[in-house]
């Protein structure tokens, strides 16, 4: 597997572990002993063996020095984790022990327990009084109890238990690597959207993440004084110019750009890559030119580009940089995408990080632009869709970028797919670069030129779309839908592509139907979404993002997730059991923000 270094300031958040054993000494602890850190190993095991973080290293395990069976060992174990860096708590056990002597009691942790389905010893009614304990303490954790009961000793760890550890621990490492991290917002409110009003007691209180300005004029500054590192420069601007394909300029002939226009376009384009770049995660190579200051960039993990309209009526647009830094790999190889969001929207910007944390795959932003009827298609067109988009379909297509994995011309099993970045092969970036154009902007949009993404993803991918909406008064709520992206008949293609803009990137999207609520229809999905920006997501993974969402506190109002996959922490149910979706609303509300 290949891995590169951990890009932001703090340690990668470890996992602790923390065996619960019941204290009695002379006979009963000593004969639970061996049996409860065994538990504790097989757990670290499995998460260091199954999931990785957004570098590619294996997911690292802490495990307390002794088991815990009173307040003091639970002491040890929390000074032991703090002084690691450990950022998850899974607290196992084969027995009864004693509830609040033994629960993990910091706020900030987000926290399991597995409690042993076993008849000999009790593991299952010491998990019920811990979970009570945390649900009476305001500490909301997940509980973990297998569906078969097992024999007294035994060391495998059921599919069911293994389940929901993954997503568990998938979802608390998105929780524990946000949290100190920044947002950089790099310039100020795009043509009105909401999403680019940067609401800084958002990031603070439930993503314990902080805010970080620049104006615009930043850039210019840096493109005026070469801050930037000019040996990256040229090896970028060689591999541009050797690999990617440069298709048609489609303006009116009084709105084209010159060719020196468009040569120093592409010029500034790449510059404003390695600019925006430096302005997130910082540049050693640009202190030995003396900007010492600028070289420590922000620790931004997500940031903004406004662009339109005070940057793109005058500046080349930010189609090209978006992209290439939203993709998984540049001229420097493969590594993870620096997330960025199109028009300063903050809140996709942490969609498309929670995406991305849960998979460590690249994300797609996009505007969810159209609905189209099967009765629409017909009548434009002439011919009715078929196959998955029968229905009817969703027409996602950002004005200028998206990442070129979006393209879909990476495999998992001979199929479509978005993979991480240390799974994708060079074959499958050629393949990436190789079917997407890059177009000359329209000018009618950016007047000051820049190059627009134009490709269109391969269909059949099972994705999922997301957004991150604030409401007034009730504060942030996550959508999502998952479903499948299509392919159409190219000359229908043509025909519905051209009504928008042929030089910005298309994925066509199918969501999966329910036949209720929400998701009555295609129609009930788009007229149901909250904003004009979405997030598109690798894989079926909408039962991940309610579990991370649920232990940030935000509640989730539109999904297509089957109950039986829904796993929030056991207060939840105090809220109620039948409406899984207004009681997460009542949760939410009552705890709060993990960091207020």
């Not at 009476?136 to 495998?156: C, M, N």
Request: glycine share 10%.
């Amino acid at each position: 597997m290949e891995m590169m270094s951990n890009r932001y300031i703090g340690d990668l958040p470890k996992i602790g572990i923390r065996p619960a054993i019941d204290g009695r000494r002379r006979g009963v602890r000593e004969s639970l002993e061996e049996t409860t850190m065994g538990m504790a190993k097989a757990v670290a095991k499995l998460l260091s063996e199954n999931l990785s973080y957004y570098n590619g290293q294996p997911v690292e395990c802490v495990i307390a020095d002794s088991c815990i069976g009173g307040v003091a060992e639970a002491a040890r174990a929390a000074e032991k984790f703090k002084k690691e860096g450990v950022g998850i708590s899974i607290t196992v056990t084969p027995c009864w022990c004693y509830g609040s002597e033994t629960m993990d009691m910091d706020p900030h942790l987000p926290k399991a327990v597995w409690g042993f389905n076993g008849t000999e010893r009790p593991g299952a009614v010491y998990l019920a009084a811990v979970l009570a304990a945390y649900n009476q303490k305001g500490l909301p954790a997940y509980g973990i109890y297998g569906e078969d009961v097992q024999d007294a000793g035994d060391s495998e760890i059921p599919k069911d238990v293994q389940q929901k550890l993954l997503k568990f621990t998938k979802a608390a490492i998105v929780v524990a690597t946000l949290k100190g991290k920044s947002y950089l917002a790099m310039g100020s409110v795009s043509m009105g959207i909401a999403g680019s009003i940067v609401k800084d007691d958002f990031f603070q209180e439930y993503l314990g993440m902080r805010n970080e300005y620049i104006d615009m004029s930043e850039f210019v500054r840096r493109l005026d004084l070469n801050i930037f590192d000019e040996e990256e420069y040229d090896r970028a601007f060689k591999w541009v110019k050797e690999k990617f394909i440069f298709g048609q300029d489609n303006n009116k002939e009084e709105f084209k750009r010159t060719d020196e226009q468009l040569a120093k376009d592409l010029e500034t384009s790449i510059k404003m890559t390695l600019i925006t770049k430096d302005l997130m995660v910082g540049n050693d190579k640009i202190a030995a030119k003396g900007w010492e200051e600028e070289a420590l960039g922000r620790n931004a993990l997500i940031a903004g580009f406004q662009g339109q309209r005070q940057w793109t009526d005058h500046f080349p647009n930010g189609d090209f940089m978006e992209t290439i830094l939203n993709s998984s790999f540049d001229w420097n190889g493969k590594r993870a995408p620096y997330l960025l969001a199109t028009e300063n929207d903050s809140l996709n910007g942490v969609t498309m990080a929670l995406g991305h944390l849960l998979t460590n795959t690249a994300q797609v932003f996009a505007d969810v632009r159209t609905y189209w009827s099967p009765s629409a298609v017909k009548r434009v067109t002439g011919k009715e869709p078929v196959g998955k988009a029968a229905n009817g379909f969703i027409h996602l297509i950002n004005s200028g970028s998206a990442a070129l994995d979006g393209t879909g011309h990476q495999q998992i099993d001979g199929k479509p797919a978005i993979k991480p970045f240390w799974e994708v092969t060079d074959e499958e970036i050629e393949q990436c670069i190789k079917n997407t154009k890059w177009r000359p902007a329209s000018t009618e949009y950016f007047r000051g030129g820049g190059y627009s993404t134009d490709f269109t993803t391969k269909g059949e991918m099972p994705v999922t779309i997301a957004r991150l909406n604030y409401v007034k008064g009730l504060g942030p709520v996550l959508q999502l839908a998952e479903g499948h992206t299509v392919e159409l008949e190219e000359d229908m293609h043509d025909t519905l592509d051209l009504r928008t803009d042929p030089t910005w990137p298309t994925t066509w999207f199918v969501p999966n139907i329910t036949g209720e609520g929400a998701f009555t229809d295609v129609y009930s999905v788009m007229n149901n979404w909250g904003a004009n920006h979405c997030v598109l997501t690798y894989g079926h993974v909408g039962a991940e993002f309610i579990t991370l969402a649920s232990m940030l506190r935000i509640p989730v109002n539109m999904h297509n997730v089957a109950n039986d996959k829904l796993f929030r922490p056991s207060a939840w149910n105090m809220f109620g059991t039948q409406e899984s979706e207004q009681a997460d609303f009542r949760a939410c509300q009552n705890f709060g923000p993990l960091y207020k």
